[in-house]
């Protein structure tokens, strides 16, 4: 199948650095909880565990980080010079049918132009509680988007996970995101081979 990985351009202090991203990347708080499972002691649990104990464990450790990042907001933003009209402490971008195992959003996004979007206050656990089971079931409130800029008031620390790797932007100012129609990935899509392998079964 032809995949459009999302192109991400960020101004970090005086550099411009680009890379893509297949699956999905997120801003905030989040990325800051994701980041303990990359941690050698968690890697290194994880990896000994049946399956079942894994998502457990997994579950454990997102809400021991959770509650230790709770307070944790993002700088004020705007996003295609619309204000953030309260405190966020996330901003979500989906390019897949399904993020970090558990957010099912509504569409696949990955063989069209444009991408899911959510910006949100996981602080909150009311609002939390809400895009958490809406995300489960398939439909996480995202909305459409062909290109976002983000722009940070001040130049700040951003934590961010992008396709399952950490890193901290230090001095972020701009992040831009958009689908260049030219980057094209043609992948091997794991239902489709499981379908072939049954019709060649007979």
């Known amino acids: 199948i032809e995949v459009y990985p999302l192109s991400v351009e960020m101004e970090i202090g005086e550099e411009r650095r680009s890379e893509l991203a297949l699956s999905y990347l997120?801003?905030?708080m989040t990325a800051l909880v994701a980041a303990g499972f990359d941690a050698v002691s968690s890697r290194k649990q994880l990896t000994q565990m049946s399956q079942r104990k894994r998502s457990v464990s997994r579950l454990m450790?997102?809400?021991?980080?959770?509650?230790?990042n709770r307070d944790y907001t993002l700088?004020?933003?705007?996003?295609?010079n619309v204000p953030s009209d309260s405190k966020k402490t996330d901003i979500a971008i989906a390019n897949s049918p399904i993020v970090a195992g558990m957010i099912r959003p509504p569409e696949s996004y990955y063989g069209e132009h444009y991408f899911g979007v959510n910006s949100v206050n996981i602080g909150n656990v009311l609002e939390a509680i809400s895009f958490g089971t809406r995300s489960l079931i398939g439909k996480s409130p995202l909305e459409r988007m062909y290109t976002m800029r983000i722009l940070f008031e001040n130049a700040s620390?951003?934590?961010?996970q992008m396709d399952g790797e950490y890193q901290e932007l230090i001095g972020a100012g701009e992040v831009f995101?958009?689908?260049n129609p030219e980057n094209v990935l043609k992948i091997l899509h794991s239902k489709r081979k499981l379908f072939s392998r049954i019709c060649a079964a007979g």
């Open 157 to 160: 620390n951003i934590p961010m």
């Open 61 to 68: 450790q997102a809400g021991k980080d959770y509650v230790k």
């Open 26 to 28: 997120t801003l905030g």
């Open 75 to 80: 700088p004020q933003f705007e996003i295609n």
């Open 177 to 179: 995101i958009y689908k």
